[in-house]
Nanobody, 125 residues
């Protein structure tokens, strides 16, 4: 089993930045691809970013490219999402995710084996 716990969400003004963290437990954590999804009120959960088990490959939704950066530190069992230039459209609950196998369509939630509990990100204008 892999347990995921997100932190770092909060309230930020438009144009600001936040760094989300996802602390993982489980000795096989480093073999999982990791990612972030988000879900805004009244909308379906959508893909944000993913990173391979080694950290050598990263993938981003079009909405995240150029603004968000996903990274992982396997020695610390932690994955991060650095979010810059935030706007109100980024307001959502952000969920950390782990997948043993992850291909295309990369945004499909069906790939995910384990989810975190979510952390709220609110961007004011």
């Amino acid at each position: 089993q892999v347990q995921l716990v997100e932190s770092g969400g909060g309230l930020v003004q438009a144009g600001g930045s936040l760094r989300l963290s996802c602390a993982a437990s489980g000795r096989t954590y480093s073999t999982y691809a990791m990612g972030w999804f988000r879900q805004a009120p009244g909308k379906e959960r959508e893909f944000v970013a993913a990173i391979s088990w080694s950290g050598g490959s990263t993938y981003y939704a079009d909405s995240a490219k150029g603004r968000f950066t996903i990274s992982r530190d396997n020695a610390k069992n932690t994955v991060y999402l650095q979010m810059n230039s935030l706007g109100p459209e980024d307001t959502a609950v952000y969920y950390c995710a782990a997948a043993r196998s992850w291909a295309y369509p990369i945004g499909a939630t069906s790939w995910i084996d384990f989810w975190g509990q979510g952390t709220q990100v609110t961007v004011s204008s």
